[in-house]
């Protein structure tokens, strides 16, 4: 099974592109935290109080910390995770490894999400693709390029989770239930596929 992830807004709570990018914010925290990454430095024990304020601004607080971090591990252990999106490999890889938390690899802008999941279609079939992303145009884009989403499908291969659909307004990324509701989908998989 491959789970397809964006990154911002989906994983994250807030927009991690977009904060590094922008200038430095004024916050001590803030500031320490956009020149470890620019600086591609850890933040080490030293710095603990800004790892604590990285993990909250941008993964939510405790329960949904350990909510995504079970469900990207379930998604590991259960096939291949791949991160797909417009920010950029370096800054996203520097959050994971902050994180711990493993994929097995970074798609960024330079390859368009409907060609990145067309191939790994094409490499999968016919084995799910479990593609997580906030904003639906990404979906209608893979749509419009050939793909049926799941429910036409007879075989299940493409499940898409749109967080516009399942909200109806725009996420602040994978809510708890939505985290707990994919672990559950990629276990019950798993199990059939076993
Ligand atoms: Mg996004």
Redesign the pocket.
Known sequence: MYTVL?????LTTEHWYAFVQNAPPTDACGAALHAAVHNNCPLSEATLPVHDYFVRRFFGDEERQRALRTFVETAYASGIVVIASRGNTDDIQWALRELSLRVHCVFDHRTPKHTLLQRLCVLTAPTHVLYV???ADEHRTFVDHGHAPDERDPDHQYVFYDLHGQRGRRARGLSVADLCWLTDYVTRHSEARA
Request: aromatic share 12%; no cysteine; hydrophobic share 40%.
């Open positions: 964006d990154f911002d807004l989906t992303d906030d904003v």
